[in-house]
């Protein structure tokens, strides 16, 4: 291997996280090459939600500034009982001001995140973006690891010091590297509907709504896409019976839309998905040289936004990792650090949260919901308990909990 090789950090997968990576390493100036099955960053509507402890690990040379001027700000988030049509509680991420330096939310497309990336890892000569590009093996020694990448232009091997995995949940490098990724599926799958239809105007909504039903949920929360005036996703539960062609059918949409939001005209839709979806975290964040993060690493279902948050967050923490054991020879075990930390967090936040999350929307029993909507009720009411509520949701706690192991395994 060159002396470049021993120092380059190879990259499975161009989204968001792992172009963070890239970008994060590149600038330290190690060498980066990264690989993607796609022909460029996916236009996916899922991930829009930028919550304030991802805000500040992401405000370095402008990039949070620069998320909130193609995205929207977003200070507060409201639940509301869809049965009685009430506001039950408005979360203000102000009470957060001595917290972080971003006491709100940005919803910024994913897809957009990434394209702010792609244009600073053009400006790097130590870094090459692959598009086009598949990683279809890989193997390691003690000192390296080797991977195989497949193109339009043929097969091709690449050599580096580490690989991060960031491909997503269906992970090759994951699979390729024998990680098992435990859990479950819920047996519902989620419906996104977007529409131009104007929430707030129409109907008081803030940028980010939450709908709690015994029968069918909702989330509402608005997009900046292509400019005002912005576009509106919702989200709702689909019923596990019921066919994809019978869900995603004009008929089948309207009367999903019509039945939480009633309108005397069908509503314009641009856009329409079913996704199945996860609450899954592989059994280690690392194998030898192989590194995980993201949604290869961790997934989860969409409410409350933690499944890119967390995903950057690692990309985070690994990057910083890596460069130490690259450029300052730290000891490699910052690697096991990494992945006790990350994966800490995935399981006691992520995977708890995001669960409690949609079990808080979707109780059955009265009893449950009326202590539910009770608890947001009288948490939003009081300063204290707003701001405990609020550390958790806008995953600040998460970040102090994984700086407290870091500290209790290097005292």
């Known amino acids: 291997m060159t002396t470049t090789d021993q120092r380059r950090v190879l990259i499975a997968g161009g989204g968001p996280v792992g172009l963070l990576c890239a970008w994060l390493l590149g600038r330290s100036g190690l060498p980066v090459r990264l690989f993607?099955?796609?022909s460029g960053p996916q236009a996916d509507p899922r991930a829009a939600t930028t919550h304030p402890a991802t805000l500040d690990l992401l405000d370095i040379d402008g990039l949070a500034d620069d998320m909130a001027r193609i995205g929207l700000t977003a200070p507060i988030f409201q639940f509301w009982d869809r049965p009685s049509g009430e506001l039950i509680a408005t979360f203000d991420h102000a009470v957060l001001k001595h917290d972080t330096r971003h006491p709100f939310v940005i919803q910024c497309e994913q897809f957009k995140t990434a394209k702010l990336l792609l244009a600073r890892l053009q400006k790097l000569r130590n870094v090459e973006v692959l598009f086009d590009h598949e990683v279809v093996d890989i193997a390691q020694t003690a000192s390296n690891v080797s991977i195989k990448v497949r193109s339009?232009?043929?097969?091709?091997?690449?050599?580096?010091?580490?690989?991060?995995?960031?491909?997503?949940?269906?992970?090759?490098?994951?699979?390729q590297a024998g990680i098992a990724f435990t859990g479950f599926t819920w047996p519902e799958r989620f419906i996104v509907l977007t529409t131009p239809y104007d929430f707030e105007a129409h109907r008081g909504y803030c940028y980010r709504s939450y709908f709690a039903d015994p029968g069918e949920w909702c989330n509402c929360f608005k997009v900046a896409a292509d400019g005002p005036p912005g576009l509106w996703r919702t989200v709702y539960p689909a019923d596990p019976a019921l066919s994809e062609s019978e869900i995603l059918s004009d008929a089948g949409v309207q009367a999903r839309i019509?039945?939480?939001?009633?309108?005397?005209?069908?509503?314009?839709?641009?856009?329409?998905n079913l996704?199945?979806?996860?609450?899954?975290?592989?059994?280690?964040?690392?194998?030898?040289r192989v590194l995980l993060?993201?949604?290869?690493?961790?997934?989860?279902?969409?409410?409350?936004?933690?499944?890119?948050?967390?995903?950057?967050?690692?990309?985070?923490?690994?990057?910083?990792?890596?460069?130490?054991?690259?450029?300052?020879?730290?000891?490699?075990?910052?690697?096991?650090?990494?992945?006790?930390?990350?994966?800490?967090?995935?399981?006691?936040?992520?995977?708890?949260?995001?669960?409690?999350?949609?079990?808080?929307?979707?109780?059955?029993?009265?009893?449950?919901?009326?202590?539910?909507?009770?608890?947001?009720?009288?948490?939003?009411?009081?300063?204290?308990?707003?701001?405990?509520?609020?550390?958790?949701?806008?995953?600040?706690?998460?970040?102090?909990?994984?700086?407290?192991?870091?500290?209790?395994?290097?005292?």
């Open 293 to 411: 993060a993201g949604d290869a690493a961790h997934v989860n279902n969409p409410i409350g936004g933690m499944g890119l948050n967390s995903g950057i967050q690692d990309a985070a923490n690994l990057s910083e990792k890596l460069a130490r054991i690259l450029l300052e020879r730290a000891p490699d075990h910052l690697l096991d650090l990494y992945n006790l930390q990350r994966r800490t967090v995935a399981i006691e936040f992520v995977q708890e949260q995001s669960i409690a999350n949609k079990k808080r929307l979707e109780a059955r029993d009265p009893k449950a919901r009326r202590r539910n909507l009770d608890e947001l009720r009288e948490t939003a009411a009081d300063p204290q308990r707003a701001r405990k509520f609020l550390l958790r949701t806008a995953m600040i706690a998460n970040q102090r909990r994984a700086a407290a192991i870091e500290l209790l395994k290097t005292a």
């Open 258 to 272: 019509q039945s939480f939001f009633p309108a005397a005209t069908p509503y314009e839709i641009v856009h329409r």
């Open 275 to 288: 996704y199945v979806t996860h609450q899954r975290v592989a059994e280690t964040f690392r194998k030898g």
């Open 36 to 38: 993607d099955n796609n």
């Open 152 to 175: 339009p232009s043929g097969e091709t091997s690449h050599k580096g010091a580490y690989l991060i995995g960031a491909d997503g949940g269906r992970s090759q490098v994951r699979k």
